[in-house]
């Protein structure tokens, strides 16, 4: 595997009204599971504000 597709299975965009603002990356696990970590961060930032 090379280090571009790793980055890309890991690596989460953030996107407001469908422009990219940021990304979400995690590394510390096998790539699915970073990436799967970096879906559920991005989520969550993604998600309303509790009021």
Excluded: F, I, W, Y
């Amino acid at each position: 595997m090379n280090a571009a597709a790793d980055l890309l299975r890991r690596t989460r965009s953030l996107l407001v009204d469908g422009k990219l603002v940021g990304a979400v990356d995690v590394s510390g696990d096998l790539s699915e599971h970073d990436g799967q970590c970096a879906a559920a961060g991005a989520a969550a930032l993604a998600a309303p504000p509790d009021r």
